[in-house]
């Protein structure tokens, strides 16, 4: 404890905060919050729900983003008090409990400051996941379920809601596909660093002689669309086709054919739908999703458009990210930022917010190479 300069260590936190608040711009966001608020009030605010939503999530988000910052402040400034009352009483358990306050409080400014990083034009947007078992078998469908509980447990841990819109069971074990969203702010900014190729390295579960296999899945993420997002679909180019919803080993879970698959002629890309009982639940879900894909797709061809131009012929985002060995050793390694863990386990259990921090820097960083 005698190593540690708080007092320093309190003076380069507060410097920090002060960096963060002037990158979020406090002012402007407590005007936003003040004027959301009014909006929020207005008696005939329900009258367009879809708006309503908007603004309250808007609001929520905000005031949340706010508390939160202020809410750190508070801390810093208690620990310095704490610090310099155990520090004239030469009380060591108070100075024991103040250095692991002051570890704490670090943590979480550096998972704020992370949240600066992310000013992407969707970043703060809710995030569409989406999972496929690629090469491999059954271990990879079996792999592509253990990560769909892999972000489902994060989202829990984080209190963050999940709505799952369709998966797609194999024969043996595990899933073909999942699509599933993850409803909080900064979602999609948060969570786009894991899209890409994922590689599992294991001694199979499923191999009689005991054999090493090496499998795959690959992560997509698209941003949530708002209703004045710029993309329009004609009905004309979309076919619709309505099954029963089937859950593994071919169990009924609906009685009725309500689950909504639709395929955008143009492009090819097909969403599906099962999560809901009605059939025009599930298609308005699948349209929310389509319309995602049909937005990312034409950011992704304006973006590889100005890589062309400029002449870059770097690997993309979405190549193989990242490994998952269970055998001979364990470690989970990114293959861009060269962060690692020794604890699988606790990764396959949603102990991914280092990784994504790291991959938030790491794309930061290309990004300013590129600009």
Aim: overall charge negative; hydrophobic content about 40%.
């Amino acid at each position: 404890m005698a190593g540690i300069d708080f007092d320093q260590e309190i003076k380069q936190l507060q410097a920090t905060m002060k960096t963060i608040g002037q990158v979020l711009d406090l002012d402007k966001m407590r005007g936003e919050i003040a004027d959301l608020g009014e909006q929020v009030a207005a008696p005939d605010l329900w009258d367009d729900q879809a708006n309503a939503t908007r603004v309250t999530g808007r609001l929520s988000a905000l005031q949340g983003e706010l508390d939160r910052f202020t809410g750190l402040e508070s801390r810093i400034e208690d620990l310095g008090l704490m610090v310099e009352m155990a520090q004239e009483e030469g009380d060591a358990d108070t100075l024991a409990d103040s250095e692991a306050e002051l570890s704490r409080i670090k943590k979480s400014v550096e998972s704020l400051e992370i949240r600066t990083l992310l000013s992407g034009e969707y970043d703060e947007r809710e995030a569409i996941v989406t999972i496929r078992s690629g090469a491999g078998g059954v271990d990879a469908a079996d792999f592509a379920e253990m990560l769909m509980r892999m972000y489902t447990r994060w989202a829990e841990q984080h209190k963050y809601g999940v709505e799952v819109y369709d998966v797609s069971y194999a024969e043996e074990a595990g899933i073909k596909s999942a699509e599933f969203a993850i409803h909080a702010p900064y979602a999609y900014g948060t969570l786009s660093v894991e899209a890409g190729t994922h590689r599992l390295v294991r001694i199979s579960p499923f191999d009689n002689q005991g054999r090493r296999q090496t499998s795959f899945a690959a992560v997509e993420v698209v941003p949530v669309l708002e209703q004045t997002d710029e993309i329009e679909v004609d009905e004309n180019d979309i076919r619709t086709d309505v099954f029963r919803s089937g859950g593994p080993g071919g169990q009924s879970v609906n009685t009725t054919d309500s689950a909504v698959r639709l395929t955008h002629i143009p492009t090819g890309i097909v969403v599906s739908c099962q999560n809901e009982k009605s059939q025009l639940q599930n298609k308005a879900s699948a349209m929310v999703v389509l319309k995602a894909k049909l937005l990312a797709k034409k950011k992704a061809e304006e973006a590889a458009l100005k890589k062309d131009l400029k002449g870059d012929v770097a690997a993309s985002w979405g190549d193989q990210m990242r490994n998952y060995v269970l055998n001979p050793y364990q470690i989970v390694k990114d293959l861009r930022t060269g962060h690692e863990s020794g604890n699988p386990s606790s990764v396959f259990d949603g102990d991914l917010d280092d990784f994504m921090e790291a991959g938030i820097r790491w794309r930061r960083g290309a990004e300013k190479v590129d600009a």
